[in-house]
Each structure stands twice: as structure tokens, then as C-alpha cells.
Nanobody, 125 residues
């Protein structure tokens, strides 16, 4: 069982930056895909950034490429999401999620087995 805890959200002005953290309760298998998802009120959950904990290979949604950077510190069992040039449309509850070890990264939320409770990001114009 993996417990994930997000932190780092907050209220910022447009153009600002935030660094979200996702701390896992146990060391993650090197074959694990970690994803950051976000969900705005009235909208579906959207996958925005993904990383394989072993290789460090990353994937991004087109909507965030160039502004979001996902990284990991395996020694700390922590995944980060650096968000730059924030826009009001980035306002959402941000979740991290872990897939079952060995499963390929997908953008589909149901493919991820473990979820954190979320951290709120609010961007004002």
C-alpha cells in the first residue's frame, strides 16, 4: 500500500510559480509511473505530467508543455511539479497518483492505483 501526500499549493497571481511536492510513504518501485493530475470545478480530471521513477523519462500534456516540469528524488520518495508562468486556467485541485509497478504511463486516471488527497492551486489575473 502506497500513501501519497501532496503539498505546495497556494494562491498566486498570473505569471507566478509554484512547486508542488508529492511524498510517498514507502520507497517507490523503479518501474512505477507517477502522474500529476488536476481537476477544476465542473471539469474532468486531466493528466498533466508523468514520470517513470526509475528512468526519469517524462511526458506532458500539450496544454502544459514548456511551463510544467516534473522531477523526482528517489532518495526522498518524492515527486515534484514545478509550475511556471501560471495562468488563471491552471486553477484546480492538483493530485499525484502512482500506477502499479510495471504499468506503462497513461493519461487515464483509472490506470493509477494510488492517489493523494490533492493540493489546491488558485491563480488570479
Amino acid at each position: 500500500q502506497v500513501r501519497l501526500v501532496e503539498s505546495g499549493g497556494g494562491s498566486v497571481q498570473s505569471g507566478g510559480s509554484l512547486r508542488l511536492s508529492c511524498a510517498a510513504s514507502v520507497p517507490l518501485d523503479v518501474r512505477t509511473c507517477i502522474g500529476w493530475f488536476r481537476q477544476a470545478p465542473g471539469k474532468e480530471r486531466e493528466g498533466v505530467a508523468f514520470i517513470y521513477t526509475g528512468s526519469g523519462i517524462t511526458f506532458y500534456a500539450d496544454s502544459v508543455k514548456g511551463r510544467f516540469t516534473i522531477s523526482r528524488d528517489n532518495a526522498k520518495s518524492t515527486i515534484y511539479l514545478q509550475i511556471d508562468s501560471l495562468k488563471p486556467e491552471d486553477t484546480a485541485l492538483y493530485y499525484c497518483a502512482a500506477g502499479p509497478p510495471g504499468r506503462f504511463c497513461t493519461t487515464v486516471a483509472r490506470d493509477f492505483a494510488y492517489w493523494g488527497q490533492g493540493t489546491q492551486v488558485t491563480v488570479s489575473s
